[in-house]
């Protein structure tokens, strides 16, 4: 008995070693990746800082892109967003609760397979419905229904998570007390759910305002002369104006994607940082 003893007291020791260096290297690997994104991510955001200025801001871009500022692609980048969730969360929503209380499998597959497909895809499916087949035009009303579509699998995937988590006793108790299903679902269910509907809402909105293949083909053009007056009409938006930038002009509008980059990279942390809060509440 002692001997074995001996023997799965080496056989642990050992084990806790080997442990112990996984540990220390998956640490170590940890640092080194978030070091490199880190870095990447200053290298990125640095060298537009000093173009930051009231004119940057507030002026159409102008001499052939050499100067002015980026107001249009803000106020285009907002427009398409706000847009783009005012359709999207009561749909992700209502497709959420469907899939989480009425346990239709078919639609849950038919959801997973949409949050895999390329953004270029929606494009494509977006002006050929939306700004061809509709008569939407470039627009952004093509471009916020496009964008609702690439992030309703998001919206609808994480309200049927949340809804599903909820202990099915809670649900039997509401229905013993005589509670409808539809009391039961908008009067203690989606409640429940308030902070992660917000939290992936968050989520939605910084993946919608960095988008740039669905919105080249269906919202955003090369350059606006004014403020759009209608939901028919096309904008500017951030990443789109900073592809354009870096392929049509090179080098003498490198200091205007610089800023646009920077920006664009600020409203992407702003949202993403709104969304971490309402988690860490949420938990």
């Known amino acids: 008995m002692n001997e074995i003893n001996v023997n799965e007291l080496v056989i642990n020791s050992k084990s806790s070693k080997k442990n112990k260096r996984a540990n220390v290297f ?6 080194l990746i978030s070091l490199m994104i880190i870095v990447l991510f200053l290298l990125a955001f640095i060298p537009g800082l000093k173009y930051w200025n009231l004119t940057f801001f507030t002026q159409f871009p102008k ?11 803000i106020l285009g980048s907002l427009l398409l967003t706000l847009t783009a969730l005012a359709i999207s969360i009561p749909l992700g929503i209502l497709l959420g609760v469907v899939l989480s209380e009425y346990n239709l499998e078919y639609i849950k597959f038919v959801v997973t397979i949409l949050s895999g497909i390329p ?13 061809i087949t509709m008569g939407m035009r470039t627009s952004i009303l093509a471009g916020g229904l496009t964008l609702s579509l690439l992030v309703l699998p998001v919206i609808s995937s994480s ?16 229905y ?8 039961v679902i ?9 902070k992660s509907i917000l939290t992936v809402s968050f989520v939605s909105a910084g993946r919608a305002i960095g988008e740039t293949a669905p919105l080249i083909l269906t919202a955003a053009v090369f350059y606006a002369t004014d403020l759009p007056r209608n939901l028919l009409s096309p904008v500017m938006t951030l990443p789109t104006h900073l592809y354009f930038l870096a392929s049509a002009y090179g080098e003498k509008a490198r200091w205007m994607a ?5 920006v664009l990279i600020i409203f992407v942390i702003l949202v993403y940082t709104l969304a971490f809060m309402f988690r860490r509440e949420e938990r």
Do not use: H, N
Not at 26 to 31: C, E, F, P, V
Not at 186 to 194: G, V
Not at 258 to 262: F, K, L, W, Y
């Open 63 to 73: 001499d052939g892109m050499t100067g002015g500022g980026i107001f249009p692609a």
């Open 119 to 131: 953004s270029v895809v929606y494009g494509l499916f977006g002006l050929g419905l939306f700004c």
């Open 26 to 31: 998956l640490r170590i690997l940890t640092y």
């Open 159 to 174: 309200v049927y998570e949340t809804m599903r988590a909820i202990p099915r006793e809670l649900r039997e108790a509401a």
């Open 186 to 194: 908008f009067e203690m269910l989606l409640p429940a759910a308030k």
């Open 176 to 183: 013993a007390l005589g509670a409808k299903k539809s009391e």
């Open 258 to 262: 610089e800023g646009t980059a920077s």
